[in-house]
Nanobody, 127 residues
Framework: QVQLVESGGGSVQAGGSLRLSCAAS????????MGWFRQTPGKEREFVAV????????YYADSAKGRFTISRDNAKNTVYLQMSSLKPEDTAVYFC????????????????????WGQGTQVTVSS
């Protein structure tokens, strides 16, 4: 089992920045990749970014490219999502997720490649 706890959410004005953290515990050595998703009421959970736990390779949704950066601290078992130039449409609950099996990066946008999920942290961007 892997436990994931997100933090760092909050309220910010458009154009501002936030850094989300996801602390992992448990059988973290079994994880291959960790990602961020987001969800708004009535909509499907949407892929944001993913990072490979061992080699640090990354992959982003088009909506995140150029504004968001995913990174990891292996010593702290923590993954970060630095979000800049935030827009009101970035408002959502952000979830951290971890997966055990390795896939080609193109598959990391799919929810089925993730085995564990955090409880989420709210991000609100006001105009």
């Amino acid at each position: 089992q892997v436990q994931l706890v997100e933090s760092g959410g909050g309220s910010v004005q458009a154009g501002g920045s936030l850094r989300l953290s996801c602390a992992a515990s448990g059988r973290i050595f079994s994880s291959d990749h960790m990602g961020w998703f987001r969800q708004t009421p009535g909509k499907e959970r949407e892929f944001v970014a993913v990072i490979n736990w061992s080699d640090g390779g990354t992959y982003y949704a088009d909506s995140a490219k150029g504004r968001f950066t995913i990174s990891r601290d292996n010593a702290k078992n923590t993954v970060y999502l630095q979000m800049s130039s935030l827009k009101p449409e970035d408002t959502a609950v952000y979830f951290c997720a971890a997966g055990s099996s390795h896939y080609s990066y193109v598959y990391y946008g799919a929810r089925y490649v993730y085995d564990y999920w955090g409880q989420g942290t709210q991000v609100t961007v006001s105009s």
